[in-house]
């Protein structure tokens, strides 16, 4: 779709006064949510994690425009995905931007928020934008764009929930204390920008990101973590220790949700809600869990995504795959802003506007992802371990590059009679295999390695994998059983991993110069 077909649209989907406006964007983007949403329960059917969780604000979002069922990201880990977001290309092509710790940003790398501003529109967001802990680094992190004038105590919810319910409030008191202050400091935002100008917004928690209050699922949001038995996917055990730390997460997911609903009321309150394009996504799958983040399977990778607001076409399940950096481009013209040519990705907008039910663009078949470190130490030499996938509607196939290496970091200590003791394990993402962060579920498997009816668990997680990996996903929808090798799948194998070489080579993967120095090099992240 043309910028100016674009435009057209989207000035006769706006009302009123609204109409010679350029829609707002709230973007809504919650810290290691994967695609645990009730929308999808719905799409699921009985019988899935989703049942157990409740998102009406997501759900009523994507109910008001489209829900969409094959979101990825570029990167499950937070730096590398937020960096492919931004800017909009493959996270391979952002520098040291590409992992978490040492990490930069590439001022030379246009960014969507600060395009949008150049454009005209007011920028501001609140919490965690970039990387984790230093939001006034990120690309748009100007004092004069931050908005946290109420506080940031969401950001650790169950811990401060908990610590005002033993102080006398009742659960909801201290549900509403928080929910309070997220409303404030985007009503702050919306009270300060300049008028008659459109305004972008990210509102960026980290709360469901670890560490939360073992139990707090069920106290805060009346979880039960045994309503998930039967129903855990086949790399987790399904044991009360793994359920009730999912359902702690799950309850993080619907605290985030909960403050979904309380920007809304915001943005109608201000009479802006109507000309406001809403996107909710989060930056890969569940932390501290097999299969999840810093993993290319789609647990770590898949994530929720829906989008309303003018020009939108509502009402619709959509199945095309959608990488996350397209939402830059897609903003980017939902502003009448060019798009520059350095990126990668391609704007939703052909889908949004559609009337279309499942597959929409044909294009749309496929998402590319990958990884290269992220945690220092994680290995020895800090070490990188280098991944790249492609995933279609038929099949997953990653290549890890360096097969020699540990994918979740090294197992220190655990054969040497020195193993972490169990407040380690659950409390230190670097007492062993640091690439995972710490929790109750990683201490369970990690303690349980040698029980012959667990170890099995341990070593699906955390034991070396061979270099190519192919998953039938029709048939194998947790991504179990490696095909690589089967020779009824060589055709397969071979054909997408030269769809997947081809593709780092032509957008310039750094991974297939020079047996992927830039990477290996690790002194230019850690500071050297």
Aim: charged share 25%; proline share 7%; aromatic share 10%.
């Amino acid at each position: 779709m043309h910028l100016s077909s674009l435009a057209a649209l989207l000035l006769a989907a706006a009302t009123g006064s609204h109409s010679a406006q350029r829609p707002n964007i709230l973007f809504l983007f919650a810290d290691d949510w994967g695609r645990h949403a009730s929308a999808y329960a719905k799409v699921e059917g009985p019988g899935s994690m989703n049942d157990t969780v409740s998102t009406p604000n997501f759900d009523r979002v994507a109910e008001a425009g489209v829900l969409f069922l094959n979101a990825y990201v570029n990167s499950p880990s937070c730096t590398p995905c937020r960096s492919s977001l931004l800017s909009g290309q493959h996270f391979w092509r952002t520098g040291n931007g590409a992992i978490l710790q040492g990490a930069t940003w590439d001022s030379k790398i246009p960014s969507w928020p600060l395009l949008l501003e150049a454009g005209g529109y007011d920028i501001g967001y609140s919490y965690k934008v970039w990387a984790p802990g230093t939001p006034l680094n990120a690309p748009i992190g100007e004092k004069r764009t931050r908005f946290e004038q109420a506080g940031k105590r969401f950001n650790s919810f169950s811990q401060t929930a908990t610590a005002l319910i033993k102080k006398g409030s009742t659960v909801e008191e201290a549900k509403a204390a928080l929910l309070d202050e997220a409303r404030g400091n985007f009503r702050s935002f919306l009270e300060t920008r300049g008028q008659g100008k459109p305004f972008a917004f990210w509102f960026g928690p980290t709360n469901v990101h670890r560490k939360w209050i073992k139990g707090s699922g069920k106290k805060l949001w009346n979880i039960d973590p045994d309503s998930l038995k039967g129903k855990m996917p086949p790399f987790l055990p399904d044991v009360h220790e793994v359920r009730q730390d999912f359902a702690d997460y799950l309850g993080e997911a619907q605290a985030f949700d909960a403050a979904i609903g309380v920007l809304i009321e915001e943005l109608k309150r201000s009479g802006k809600f109507e000309n406001t394009i809403i996107a909710i996504s989060g930056d890969h799958g569940a932390p501290g869990f097999p299969h999840g983040k810093c993993n290319l399977y789609d647990f770590g990778t898949q994530v929720s995504l829906a989008l309303s607001g003018p020009g939108i076409g509502g009402g619709r399940v959509v199945n095309d795959f959608v990488s996350l950096p397209d939402l830059a481009p897609t903003f980017l013209e939902a502003g009448q802003v060019d798009v520059p040519s350095v990126m990668t990705a391609k704007t939703l907008w052909p889908v949004l506007a559609a009337e279309k039910d499942g597959w929409v663009d044909p294009a749309r078949t496929g998402v590319y992802i990958g990884r290269e470190r992220h945690v220092r130490k994680a290995r020895a030499g800090n070490l990188p371990y280098p991944q790249r996938a492609i995933r279609t509607r038929e099949f997953l196939l990653v290549i890890n590059f360096r097969p020699d290496r540990y994918p979740l970091g090294d197992p220190f200590d655990l054969d040497n009679g020195k193993a972490p003791s169990s407040d380690k394990l659950e409390n230190n993402t670097f007492a062993t295999l640091p690439d995972e962060d710490a929790g109750p579920a990683k201490a369970w498997i990690v303690e349980h390695r040698n029980d012959p009816k667990w170890q099995t668990y341990f070593q699906h997680a955390y034991g070396k994998r061979p270099r190519l990996e192919l998953f039938d996903v029709q048939k194998d929808p947790f991504q179990m059983n490696n095909l690589a090798d089967n020779p009824e799948y060589r055709e397969v194998v071979a054909r997408l991993q030269k769809q997947l070489l081809a593709e780092m080579k032509a957008t310039g993967d750094p991974r297939l110069i020079d047996e992927g120095r830039f990477f290996e090099d690790v002194s230019k992240f850690d500071g050297n």
